[in-house]
C-alpha cells in the first residue's frame, strides 16, 4: 500500500499508538505498587506486571514501525471499500489479527499481512514479532557500531532479554506462560494461603518490582536466575527501560521537546504520579 501522501497520518496514527501502549504499559505498573499486608499477595501485581511488559512489546514494536492490528469485520469491510475506490478492486481485507508493516527502505510502502492462527493465540504471535525484534537490533548493532563498547554491552542486554524470553520454547512468549500459570493454575503461591512462597521471598520480588522507573539505578538488571518470578519482573523491567530510553529519543528528535506526543502523554502520566523521567 503506497501512502506517500499521506506521511503526516501515517505518522500520527504510529504515535498516536505507541502513546496509547505506553500509557497501559505505564499505568499496570503504577497499579502494582500497592501491597496488602502479606508480601506474599503478589497475584494480581504480577497479572498487571504480564500486561506491563505485553503492552510495552507493542509499544516498541510500533516505535520500529510495526503494528500488530485486530481488525473486526466492520473495520475490514470499511478497509474493501476504501481500497477498491483507490484500487479499481477490494484488496479483500478479512478479520482478524493483522501485521501493520513501514517499509524501513521506503517509507511511503505499508504492507498489511494477515497473520496465521497460531496454536498460542494473539499473545503468542506477537512475542514472535518482539523476539524478531530483538534479534534484528542485536544483529544491526553488531553490523553497524561492531566493538564499541557500549554497543557491547547493549547486545548482551538484548541477547540476556531474548533468552529470559525463550526460557520456555523458542517463540518468545515465555511471559504468557507465566501469566498463565499465575492466572489460571495459581501457581507459585502468589494467592492465598501463599503455600509456596516466604515472606522474605515475596519481599525481595516486590522490591524488584520498583526498578522499572526511569532513574532507577538497577533498571537493566537482568543476571542469571533459576527463579521464574524473578526472571519474569527483570525482563519486564528491562523492557521498559528501553520503551522509555526511546521514548526518551523521539522526544528529543523533535522541534520542541516539551510539545512531543511522549511529553504530552505517557511523561505526563508518569509526572501527575510523581516519577522522574
Same mark, same amino acid.
Given at each position: ?17 505507541? $502513546? ?9 505498573? @503504577?497499579? !502494582? ?22 503492552? !510495552? ?11 500488530? +492490528? ?48 497460531? $496454536? ?44 529470559? @524470553? ?16 499465575? +492466572? ?10 501463599? +503455600? ?38 527483570? $525482563? ?7 520503551? !522509555?530510553?526511546? @521514548? ?30
Amino acid at each position: 500500500m503506497d501512502v506517500s501522501t499521506a506521511h503526516e497520518r501515517l505518522a500520527e496514527a504510529m504515535a498516536g499508538e505507541i $502513546a496509547r501502549f505506553s500509557c497501559a504499559a505505564y499505568e499496570s505498573l @503504577l497499579a !502494582t505498587g500497592s501491597h496488602t499486608h502479606d508480601p506474599r499477595s503478589l497475584g494480581w501485581p504480577l497479572v498487571r506486571y504480564y500486561y506491563a511488559s505485553f503492552y !510495552t512489546a507493542h509499544a516498541l514494536l510500533r516505535l520500529s514501525g510495526t503494528g500488530v +492490528n485486530m481488525f473486526s469485520g466492520q473495520t475490514a469491510s470499511f478497509l474493501n471499500q476504501i481500497g477498491g475506490q483507490y484500487l479499481g478492486m477490494p484488496p479483500r481485507i478479512s478479520q482478524g489479527l493483522h501485521i501493520v508493516k513501514v517499509d524501513r527502505a521506503n517509507p511511503s510502502i505499508v504492507q498489511v499481512t494477515k497473520m496465521g492462527s497460531g $496454536a498460542g493465540g494473539s499473545h503468542e504471535e506477537m512475542w514472535k514479532l518482539f523476539l524478531n525484534l530483538i534479534q534484528d537490533l542485536e544483529d544491526e548493532i553488531t553490523l553497524t557500531l561492531g566493538g564499541a563498547q557500549q554497543a557491547q554491552n547493549t547486545v548482551q542486554l538484548l541477547s540476556k532479554l531474548r533468552n529470559h @524470553l525463550c526460557r520456555q520454547g523458542k517463540s518468545g512468549a515465555w511471559p504468557s506462560t507465566v501469566r498463565n500459570n499465575i +492466572n489460571y493454575r495459581h501457581d507459585y503461591g502468589v494467592w492465598y494461603p501463599y +503455600n509456596k512462597l516466604k515472606p522474605k521471598t515475596g519481599t525481595k520480588l516486590i522490591a524488584r518490582m520498583t526498578r522499572w522507573a526511569p532513574r532507577d539505578p538497577d533498571g537493566f538488571e537482568i543476571g542469571q536466575s533459576s527463579e521464574d518470578l524473578t526472571c519474569f519482573i527483570d $525482563a519486564c523491567n528491562v523492557m521498559v527501560q528501553l520503551l !522509555t530510553a526511546a @521514548l526518551s529519543d523521539v522526544a528529543r528528535r523533535t522541534n520542541r521537546e516539551k510539545s512531543s506526543f511522549v511529553d504530552r502523554l505517557p511523561f505526563k502520566l508518569l509526572r501527575l504520579n510523581r516519577v522522574a523521567v
